[in-house]
Nanobody, 126 residues
Framework: VQLQASGGGLVQAGASLNLSCAVS????????MGWFRQAPGKVREFVAA????????YYADSVKGRFSISRDNAKSTVYLRMNNLRTEDTADYLC????????????????????WGQGTQVTVSS
């Protein structure tokens, strides 16, 4: 499975960004999808996850009400809409896939994922 994230950039606090992660190589609906982020010197942090159908979403408390995860199974793509960005949202954002048939762990931990894409950098200035 290959994951290609895009959409990061440099924005001011309060702005919005849309991240995308295109998935190829396997049947997209076999995978739950997640977004994590990692700032320099910090551990990888869960941001949001969505079930294979798109019917169930999970969010970190720090992004609830500001971020929205969705997926388009016809396009094999997962999205992260980020509104009202804060300086503390600055990080490298990574998308990940978990095979719903085999994965152990939970959708809100890195151990729950089988495949990772490269990151896309989000920088929020004050």
């Amino acid at each position: 499975v290959q994951l290609q994230a895009s959409g990061g950039g440099l924005v001011q606090a309060g702005a919005s960004l849309n991240l995308s992660c295109a998935v190829s190589g396997r049947t997209f609906t076999n995978y739950g999808m997640g977004w994590f982020r990692q700032a320099p010197g910090k551990v990888r942090e869960f941001v949001a996850a969505v079930s294979w159908s798109g019917g169930t979403m999970y969010y970190a408390d720090s992004v609830k009400g500001r971020f929205s995860i969705s997926r388009d199974n016809a396009k094999s793509t997962v999205y992260l809409r980020m509104n009202n960005l804060r300086t503390e949202d600055t990080a490298d954002y990574l998308c990940a896939a978990r095979d719903v048939r085999f994965s152990v762990g939970t959708p809100d931990t890195p151990d729950g994922y089988d495949y990772w894409g490269q990151g896309t950098q989000v920088t929020v200035s004050s």
